[in-house]
């Protein structure tokens, strides 16, 4: 896939690709968490997951792929299902 992701209303801090391969994750400014569908020429996030209340500053995904992981400057970590 080649192309230009967007959606974010802040700058991305934070990337990561899920150990399949399947799924990219961003974390923004804007405070959310986009997951995007790298198995298909679609450009649109699949998911936004919203709930921190500050920047996004990580990103990360469990080894079975299953589960997203975002870390935010408003002091919380949250567990996200990777669907």
Same mark, same amino acid.
């Given at each position: 896939?080649?192309?230009?992701?967007?959606?974010?209303?802040?700058?991305?801090?934070?990337?990561?690709?899920?150990?399949?391969?399947?799924?990219?994750?961003?974390?923004?400014?804007?405070?959310?968490?986009?997951?995007?569908?790298?198995?298909?020429?679609?450009?649109?996030? =699949?998911?936004?997951?919203?709930?921190?209340?500050?920047?996004?500053?990580? =990103?990360?995904?469990?080894?079975?792929?299953?589960? =997203?992981?975002?870390?935010?400057?408003?002091?919380?970590?949250?567990?996200?299902?990777?669907?």
């Amino acid at each position: 896939m080649e192309g230009t992701l967007t959606g974010h209303t802040g700058p991305v801090t934070a990337v990561a690709f899920s150990p399949d391969g399947d799924t990219l994750a961003t974390g923004s400014d804007d405070m959310t968490v986009r997951l995007w569908d790298t198995s298909t020429l679609d450009l649109s996030p =699949v998911d936004t997951l919203t709930g921190h209340t500050d920047k996004v500053t990580s =990103v990360a995904f469990s080894p079975d792929s299953r589960t =997203v992981a975002s870390g935010s400057l408003d002091g919380t970590v949250r567990l996200w299902p990777n669907r």
